[in-house]
């Protein structure tokens, strides 16, 4: 019995591929941001400080921000066309 795998049936589409799952450069960045700070308000609980406290947090909320205005500029899991970016690329 023979089975052939056609690319672009349904059953054959990756679904990390199809929903990006983050893996984008608004995801990575914001995560980024978010880990730095995170590290600044661990210090500020080893090293007693409020204001690193409150500057770790700020970083923390900015994080989002920063993960938001590159989705919409583009760089999200969805594209500048509104399409979700790993739908039609070919599987590995």
């Known amino acids: 019995m023979s089975t052939q795998h056609n690319p ?3 059953a054959d589409v990756d679904i990390a591929d ?3 799952h983050g893996h984008s450069i608004a ?3 914001g995560v980024a941001v ?6 600044i308000l661990s210090l ?3 090293f007693p400080s409020l204001v690193w406290g409150i500057v770790g947090g700020v970083v923390i909320v900015a994080s989002l ?3 938001a205005v590159l989705a919409k500029a583009g760089y999200g ?3 500048p066309d509104g399409k979700p970016v790993g739908v039609g ?3 590995r």
């Open 89 to 91: 690329r070919p599987k």
């Open 77 to 79: 899991v969805k594209g």
């Open 8 to 10: 672009s049936s349904p």
């Open 44 to 46: 500020a609980v080893v």
């Open 34 to 39: 978010c880990l730095v700070g995170f590290l």
């Open 18 to 20: 199809e929903h990006g």
């Open 65 to 67: 921000v920063v993960a």
């Open 27 to 29: 995801a990575w960045a």
